[in-house]
Structure formats: structure tokens, C-alpha cells
């Protein structure tokens, strides 16, 4: 803190000059900047003046002078920290000054945030001000999420010196950009510069799935249907054992397996697919609640459940083939599989950028995770004006019903004074309970239950206003400024009521957050059960039961700190589960860099050479004759014939299959007379090497995508494994490494394949004609 007020010092020094600019001179700046930068100045260096140009435009074109205390947070974001702010503070105005000086280097600066809506808002908010000051900003998102950019329209918005995104639509970028077979479809540049709004939501709540690209449909498996049946004979504690959200089979359970399927080891690599839907049947019947993580839909689907606001997840299934075995075990249609093309969790996604940082209200309470996970540390940014907002003490009750009767008569009780109320509940379903409360007193209200951040956002913004009466869950609308109405600070600002212990003590202080913007003056009360979902799968039944038959409000010190446990081992749920995850990516995340390396050379022109060729072939020979010893004139004609040349030469009839060394020469000098006869169609060095980069490419993608989807099965059957005496990481690792393995010899003998079996040609126009094996 000390380090950033001497910044904001040297800042604050600048400011008179800035304010005596005209526009133009003021205008003109950037370039000065920008020369300076090139010029091998540091953004550092360039700090204080670009930071008191930035305030200046910020006032002149938005009407908005940031506070010193934005000043200060953003010193903290160009310096990569993670800021905590409290709603209502202005983000979004701070984070203008390290955009523009990091916009300045002309690499792009990137600010992503919750969803569409705020990407779209603060685009069109922000971006007159860096406009003026010369730099050009770009939304990457439309406002219907299904309306997607082209790969043309993406790269004009990626040239842009800024840009506000959302985390998905930039993950998924990323992995397009990879997936793109020609130099010219890329359209993202190297990464350098971003900011996290509401960082702990985006890097906490979104973690523990990772972004997936499915490719085409997977043969339908028929084993879905005997796993589970076999599942559902079996006992717990003999057959297999739970512990949390971890279930796995005991020996006993493995050797019933093997005899149900009347086989003899059940981790036999051919018999991994058995293996693997018992897991996923395990899981779906012991672990995966219904109710909880998933729900049948009207359509009568399995839809999931968002479990921070209690919302179905649209068009998401669980990978893997867990969706498929809840499906069987709810005894609807199996739904088609698809494999997996590309996949990337964000913990590794954000770490590749060479400067991140982030900002929220609520992040402080994840500081260990989030530097543990990301490396990163929070500063606490201290408010512009003191808090006014009276946080008051929770209320206890032992069941739901009586718990709703109050959350009513508090809110009644506000209500009648003319003070806006906000009723946040944990779940969706909570909220339809509430309205139908509400519409008994005869209180009209809002609720927010549609899946549609735009819509929500609209209501939300409007219940500061004199009599407002709203209804939504913790997450709705996050990131809307709520502005009070005329009157209503005299009434003590907007009161928030909160139904239900939060799955974690970040949601809670982002709803009480809705209330006491800028010292504004406000109200919070939270209103807990002993029903409470949270609380009765973190306690003791027992211990609970004592208190349950009190039919008043509850006001034991002792219940209290139940409670908070309760809520305190869901967190480290959470937190295992984004660590595991980020765990099993490590592994693609080597493997990723390693490929798109490989296909960045390739794209950006790099080709291989004829020397290196034959080498790969070489190896790909002795590959050959290493796993067939005892070598037939057969296996020698189907090698050369699925690899080599589609025409059979009589010769091959002649070669001493005994010797390895002449079958060898053999084969390499069949290898190098179809490599001749390639490049003497091709007749130009040039074609023939634009021709071996595309099968080259085809070659790796294709591999390099199976590669993918089987480590995508591979997590859910490595962690169905006794957890006793097994590292399930280590061997999850393991096997990964032992099949990328299998996959560069795949992509070696593939690339010769497609080298010496593509048709090719020149048509007149000199345009290549391929036609892959
Ligand atoms: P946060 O993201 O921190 O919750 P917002 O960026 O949504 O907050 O800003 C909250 C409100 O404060 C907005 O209405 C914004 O216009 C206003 N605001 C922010 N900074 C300033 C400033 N320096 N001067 C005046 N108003 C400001
Ligand atoms: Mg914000």
C-alpha cells in the first residue's frame, strides 16, 4: 500500500498539467507516449503522466474524475495484483487507466468479465474515453451469445488496443484459434495484457469446469445400461466406499465386477471400457445428487445446476460420459456422446498471460486459494467514502417455514416505511416461495428468475427506487449498479434481506454489497435455517437436533458456529474440486503448449524437411519390425501398401524377410521413390512444401484431438480408483504421459502416411489439390 500512494503521488503531481491541456495537446499525448514506449521507456516509467492523462479524458468525455482510491487500485492492476473493491466503488471507471497505459504498447489489453451484458456495457460506456485519448476499443461478444463472430470479424476485433470480453467467449477463442488448419483463419495475437472483473466469480466459481470444444458424435457405447444394473446391486462399504464426493470400489467390489462380467482383470487395458462405465455409473447413483447437481427437466432431460444460483445450466452436460450414465440410471434415452476436440481449464487458460490481474468486491476471502492456484495476491482497496451500510446479525431459526415467515415480515416491515427492499435467496426455487409469500401480503415485486443477464439487469438497476420491492437470487444481476431514488436515503437506503445460509461467505458479502454503494446509507440481514441446505449436509444431524423443536427464533452462540462450520467445509469442497481440476489439466496443459507450438511453426510456414522425412520414416520402419518379429510376406505388402505406395511391386516377393537390415533398405528405398515421385508432380520446391505441411497438420490435429478426448475418459475412470492406497494423480499423470506417447508414433506414421498416399496436384492457376488417405 505504501509502494502504490507514492505512485498516486507522482499521479496526483501530474494532474495540473494535464488539466491545463487543450483536447488536442491532450489528445496527442499518446503518441508521445507510444514513442517513448518504442523508444524503450517502461510502462512504469510512463506511468504517473499516462495515468493523469487517462483521469483527465476520463472527466472530460465521461464526466467521471477517478477518486484517489481508484488511482490506487489502478496503480494495483498494471502492477498485476488482484484488487478488492467494494461494489460500487467503480471498477469499471478504474480500470481505464492500466488499460490505456497498458494499451499503449499496441500488444492489446484485454478486460473480461461475468457475462455479455457487462462485457457490452462497459465497452459502450468506457470506450468514448479511450477514443479520445486514441486508441481503439472492441466488444468480442454480441448480445446473443449464440450469435457467434466470424474468424475474419474476431481478428479486427483482437487488433484492437482494447477489448472487453467475457471468460467464456475468450477460452473458447482460444481454443478456435487452435483448431484452425490455415495462417490466415488465426485471429488472435500473442497474449499480453488482462483484467478479471469480478475476479473471484470468474476464477473460483468458474473453475472447476473446464471449457470444451465437442467435435463430432462418439460411437454410442451399449455398456451404459449392464453398469448400471450391476451398480444397483451393489452395498456400500463392501463393495465400494464414499467418502465426500469421492466413491470408489474395495477390492471385494472389483472382484464381483470381474465375475459379473466374467473377466479376469478388471484393469486390463482391454477391458478399460467396462471399467470405466462402472466408475461413471458409481458416481452417477453415489455421488451426483439429483436435486442438487442435477434435475429433470419439463423436457424430461438432465439438466444441470448451477450450484451458485440454483439455475438449470443451459445446453451443458457433464463429460466424459457422466451425463450418459445419469441418464441410465434416471431411465430416460441415452443422449449422443461427442468427443471432446479441444479443452482447457481457466486456471491454466488465465495463467498464460504474461500480466494478469484482477478486480472485485469480494475476493479477499479466497486470497490463499487464489494465490496458491494463480500465484496472485490481494490488496485491499480502502473505500472512497466510510461505509454507512448496518450489517446486522444473522437470525436463526430451526426450520424453513418459520425462517420464510420472517424474511416476509422484515421485509413487510420495511416495505410499509416506503424503503426499497432486496430479497436474496440462495436457490431459484427460494425465490418463487418469496413472490408467492409476497403476493398473499398483496406487495407487488420483481423476481429474477430468468436465465437472461440483460433482462435481470434492467430489473435490478431499478430497485433503489421508493417502494421497490425485488426477489433474486445471490448472483442475479452482478456487477448492475443499483442507484437510489429521491428519498430514499432519508428512509436509510435499500434494505437487503438474505434467505438462507450462501454456499460461501463471498456470495454473501456480494449480496450485503448490493446495499451501501459509495457511503451510501443500508441495511443487511441474513435470515438462516437450520434446513438450510448448506447446513444440514455439513453438520451433524445429531448435534442439531437439540435445537430443532424450539419453536422461536434460535439466539445460541453455539448454533452460530455450526452454522459457519457448515458453510466453511462447503468452501473447501469447492476449493478441492477447482484444485483437482486445474491438477488433471496440468498434464493437457504441457501437452497443449507442446502441440500448438508445433502447429504455430507449421502454420506460420515451417515445413519439413526431406532429410527429416525420411528420418521420421525410418523410425516408423523400425517401429514396424520391432512389433513384428516374426515377419510374413503378408505383413510386409499391408505396410507398404497402408503406408507407402498404393501400388504393389513385385520385388517385395523377393526381399529376405529375415534379415531386418534389407527389409529395411527395402522400404526406405520404396519411401524415397514415392517421396521422388511426389515432388516431380509437384515440380516446384515450393508446392511440395506447402503439400507437407498439410498433411503434416492433418496428421497432428487428428491424433492430437483423440488425444484429448481420451484423457477427457480417462479422469472420471482414474478417480474411481480405491483413493486408500493409490495416488490417483500420479496415475492419472502416468497414464496421460504413456499415451502421448502412443500418440507421437501415431502422428509420426501418420504424417509419412499422408505424405506418400495424399493425391496431389497443380491445377493451372498453380493452386494445390490434395486429396488425404
Ligand atoms: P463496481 O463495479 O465497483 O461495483 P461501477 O463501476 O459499476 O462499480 O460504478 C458504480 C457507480 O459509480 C457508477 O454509477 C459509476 O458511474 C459511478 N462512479 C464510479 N467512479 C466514479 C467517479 N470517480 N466519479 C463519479 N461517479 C463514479
Ligand atoms: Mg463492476
Redesign the pocket.
Known sequence: MRQLSKELKKVKAKAPKMAALTDEQLQGLTAQFQARYKKGESLDKLLPEAFAAMCEADKRVLG????DV?ILAGIALHRGFLAE?N???????TATLPMYLNGLTGEGAILVTNNEYLALRDASEMGPAYEFMGLSVKAGVKRDEDDRFENAEKKKIYQADIVYTTHSALGFDYLINNLVKSAKDRFLRPFNYIIIDEADSVLLDSASTPLVISGAPRVQSNLYESADFFVRTLKEDVDYQVEEKNVWFTSAGLKYAEEYYGIDNIFAPEYFEIYRHLVLALRAHKVIEKGTEYMISEAGEVALIDASSGRMLKGVKLRGGQHQAIECKEGLAITQENRSMASVTYQNFFSMFPKMAGMS?TIYDAKDELFEVYGKQVVVIPTNNPLQRVDCDDWYFSDSKKQFEAAIRLAVKKHETGQPVLIVTTMISDTEIISNLLTQEEIPHSVLNANNAFWEAEIIKEAGQMGAMTVATSMAGR?T?I?LGPGVKELGGLAIIGVGRMLNIRDERQARGRAG??GDPGYSRFIVSLEDDIVEKGTDPEKLKKYIDGEKRISDRRIKRIVNGAQRINEEVGSTNRKTAKDYDIVLQLERKLMYETRDTLLDGGTIERDKIKKIAEENVEQFLRENRKLTATDLNRYLLDNISYTMEKDAAFVNLKNKSRVKAYIMARVDKSLQDKSDSLKSENAMNDFVRVAALSAIDEAWIEQVDYLQQLQPAVSGRSSAQRNLMFEYQAEALESFRKMEITIKKNIIRNILLSEVSLDENHKLHIILP
Open positions: 467521471m474524475y477517478p477518486f481508484q473493491m461494489t460500487g466503488e467503480g471498477k469499471t471507471l468486491g456487477g449498479d442507484k454503494r459509495q
